[in-house]
């Protein structure tokens, strides 16, 4: 096999107007001269760490992860910098794999499958026999570029039981972190490691929600007996 196939199992190249150039393929042809080149980055998956881990509860229940909601702004594949309270831009030359809604879905799916604390977690489209509904909805994902550079992660979940719709919990998560050297390589890092620590969060928090209110309940109908 000669190098090019061989690259073509471990990374994208180039999107060019559009197109995925996976260098095995080359499918993208006949493209205009002024067809835009731009990186592609993804949310990949961090492991929990120790700490973490003592912090992860082991369930016996089900979750399904709805798509997250956003506003139109962050409803994209764009790479957002947020120049003003209202005006935003974009990276150029840089995009994410996905819109970011699937990313933030796909890296909560990964994070509670990596957890090997939950008996089931999946989307509405597999057909699982869920006991609880994860909600999110993205509020911020940017590059601020005001008085000082940062990375702004911030998400609002719920937790809903299935049997009665009830919404058992609810909380705001978000994680900022400042950008000294304005290099792709430090901003992109900067949303990986915000978004890991921002699902982490999320995911010892969801696995707590149903347990502590069971908890509450059994403690209630004891006291009533």
């Not at 929990?48 to 506003?71: G, M, N, T």
């Amino acid at each position: 096999m000669s190098l090019i196939k061989k690259n073509a199992f471990f990374k994208i190249s180039t999107v060019l107007g559009g197109c995925f150039s996976l260098l095995l393929l080359s499918g993208c042809i006949n493209l205009p001269k002024n067809s835009e080149k731009y990186k592609l980055f993804y949310l990949k998956t961090l492991p929990f760490s120790q700490e973490e881990q003592k912090a992860l509860r082991f369930v016996k229940w089900q979750l399904i992860i709805e798509d997250p909601s956003c506003d139109s702004r962050l409803n994209t594949d764009r790479i957002i910098v947020q120049e003003s309270s209202a005006e935003i831009t974009h990276i150029a030359g840089a995009r994410w794999v996905d819109r970011l809604p699937n990313l933030i879905k796909q890296l909560l799916l990964n994070l509670f499958e990596n957890s090997g604390k939950i008996k089931g977690v999946g989307t509405s489209l597999d057909g699982l026999d869920a006991d609880y509904v994860l909600l999110i909805d993205i509020r911020d994902f940017e590059l601020l570029v005001q008085e000082t550079k940062k990375v702004r992660i911030r998400l609002f979940a719920k937790i809903m039981r299935l049997k009665d719709r009830e919404i058992l919990g609810a909380e705001t998560f978000e994680e900022s972190i400042p950008i000294v050297q304005n290099s792709y390589k430090e901003v992109i890092e900067a949303f990986l490691t915000a978004a890991n620590s921002v699902g982490k969060k999320i995911v010892i928090w969801s696995l707590e929600v149903p347990e502590n209110l069971s908890f509450q309940e059994t403690e209630t109908n004891i006291q009533s007996d």
